[in-house]
């Protein structure tokens, strides 16, 4: 079985956010279960000079986007067993940065049709293009309106999976029309119009084979107009192809066990956990003490992340006996809120406003508590690292997180985590009281919590089989 995953970003070679971290590791694991899988990304200035160095160009062509006829390089790399293509146009990638500048539709739309065309020349026919976020939704469409035909791209299936449905990718219509090429019927409301303009996102949906979100509750909740962004008539129309599939997170890179950051290395020993809390309240100046439950935080600090509960409650919540770590940059609001938090509570509060992997992989360790009150959390990889470094979760029950975290229930022993379901503040606020208590109190319940941890498995392996399933299954034609 062949698969070419198309995005927009990739770990080590470049990242904005969680889809990065998918791209990064997914393939991996597929690779590791037999699939011939390989990755295409656009050939960004940003990314590190020692990838760039060791790519090796395996095709040069000129493609039409609109009257434009510009030149298409494809390079090659190999990296932990998985074969990487960048797209090279230095006019369209050669800037600071990914995403945010004014002709991203022509851009990602140079993106969608430079895969398509490398495809022939890269003696690699895949079975499935998988294509991630908006930025390849243009792919399924222009694969059923151009090439379908012809006998290479004829067998060819194509699923989308929708990290965040909030990012559409919408422009202007006449702008997609000379792009693309398309009639005007690929611009009626049954198509790509989406708030009078056209989405690639919603063309990547209306036109795949298949669609996979991150996790089962958001695969529902996008289904309901409050979470549905304006496409929820089209999921709920499409459901009987849509799946929700959880990530998992490299098992590799995000082990207590082995990882190179932190002071102590450790699995299930809650002792050398604590040396890691030790160490890093001194590393930022905080009272080194044990017996203070330490809450994590490390997010972007934005709205969508529920941090506007927490700016409802923060002094009731520095009013308990913790201590408060922060990492991410946002929304200077929500960075200002932090900032004055630890100048009047340096005691209680650290605010690193900026992001730091190493010192983000040593408050996972460090950490007794982590906190993740999102308003909406498509799947979430941070309640999964904290699992994994055995760190408790906070979770509002929204999409992955409603999926990953159980909530802790002292009758029965079952449960990894403390959640709340009403997005509210005073919720918020008695949960994280009621883990604190559990925390300072009741020994015996954290060490089942504990317990009941390390039996999850949040590693790509399950996931990954889930995805081989969908893929044969389109292949195999029998919808």
Known sequence: MKVLFAASEAVP?????????????????????????????????????????????????????????QYIGIEMLQHEGVTFYFVDNEFYFKRPGIYGYGDEA?????????????????????????????????????????????????????????HNLKYQGVFDQ????????????????????LHGGASFLKGGLLYSDRITTVSQTYAEEIQTPFYGE??????????????????????????PMTDPHLAVNYRDSLPKKQQNKLALQER??????????????????????????????????????????????GDYGFEQMFRYAAQTHPDKVSAQIYFDESLAHQIYAASDLFLMPSQFEPCGIGQLIALRYRSVPIVRETGGLKDTVHPYNEFTGEGTGFTFSNYNAHDML?????????????????????????????????????????YKVMVNNND
Not at 174 to 193: M, Y
Not at 250 to 255: E, G, I, N
Request: a neutral charge; one cysteine or more.
């Open 230 to 255: 304006f496409l929820d008539s089209l999921l709920r129309h499409r459901k009987d192809q849509l799946t929700g599939i959880v990530n998992g997170i490299d098992y590799d890179v995000f082990d």
């Open 430 to 470: 008695h949960i994280i009281r009621r883990a604190v208590f559990f925390y300072k109190n009741d020994r015996e319940s954290w060490l089942k919590i504990q317990q009941n941890m390390k039996k999850g498995d949040f590693s790509w392996k399950k996931s990954a089989q889930q995805y081989i399933a969908l």
């Open 106 to 162: 022509e851009r990602f739309g140079f993106f969608c049709r430079g895969i398509i065309e490398a495809l022939p020349l890269l003696d690699f026919q895949p079975d499935v293009i998988h294509c991630h976020d908006w930025q390849t939704g243009m792919i399924p469409v222009l694969l059923k309106a151009h090439y379908q035909h012809l006998p290479f791209y004829s067998e060819m299936k194509t699923m989308s999976t929708v």
């Open 13 to 69: 070679f470049i990242k904005t956010g969680g889809l990065a971290d998918v791209i990064g590791s997914l393939p991996k694991e597929l690779t590791r279960q037999g699939l011939d899988v390989r990755v295409i990304l656009p050939k960004y200035g940003d990314i590190p000079a020692v990838y760039r160095e060791a790519m090796t160009k395996v095709a040069t062509f000129d493609v039409y986007i609109g009257w434009r006829k």
């Open 174 to 193: 006449s702008l997609l029309k000379d792009l693309f090429g398309l009639s005007d019927d690929h611009f009626t409301g049954t198509a790509l119009e």
């Open 284 to 329: 930022l100046g905080l009272p080194v003490n044990g017996d203070v439950p330490m809450i994590a935080l490390v997010t972007r600090l934005v709205q969508q992340k529920g941090l506007d509960l927490i700016q409802h409650v923060i002094s009731e919540l520095l009013a308990l006996d913790i201590q408060l770590v922060v990492l991410g940059t």
